[in-house]
């Protein structure tokens, strides 16, 4: 990441990968919340979609292409549902498990980083979300109006 700053130069990526890292660091060494790290990692399911998008830049394939704009709602909508929508339930297990004896025998430096990492993943994917919902809306917005553009003829719709 450090090599190809340049071309990537986002820090929000870099501490991504950071508290993730960190994160799936203590699972393997303590060997707890190994189900938690399992379903956290569910979020990369997303991935294959957003190295697509760099795959057809590289390409310079057309900001508006029929792969590119598949490609674009499909990472938008996988993306919600391993990214956001995972939240509620993750979020709804660890209140659950608050306060139990299993939580408090997992010492207080695992809790912090448990807590701690998906707060910080989290905020990054829902300002990603963010992100990617504008793009996704201009996209589909900018193919209505050609399409309408396009049916318009002699001053009526088809």
Not at 126 to 134: E, F, Q
């Amino acid at each position: 990441m450090i090599l190809y700053w340049k071309v990537i130069g986002d820090k929000f990526f870099i501490i991504h990968h950071c508290a993730s890292l960190y994160a799936y660091y203590l699972v393997l060494k303590n060997g707890v919340l190994v189900y938690i790290g399992n379903y956290r990692l569910l979020a990369e399911l997303s991935s294959p979609f957003v190295n697509q998008r760099w795959f057809f830049e590289a390409l310079k394939y057309p900001k508006f292409s029929k792969a590119i704009v598949i490609n674009g709602i499909l990472m938008t909508v996988v993306f919600f549902i391993v990214r956001i929508a995972s939240m509620l339930p993750h979020y709804g297990f660890m209140y659950s498990v608050y306060g139990t004896e299993p939580y408090k025998r997992l010492g207080v430096l695992i809790q912090l980083s448990w807590v701690i990492s998906c707060v910080v993943l989290d905020v990054m994917n829902v300002m990603w979300m963010i992100k990617i919902s504008k793009g996704c809306i201009k996209v589909i917005s900018h193919i209505k109006q050609e399409k309408a553009k396009n049916s318009l003829q002699n001053g009526k719709l088809d």
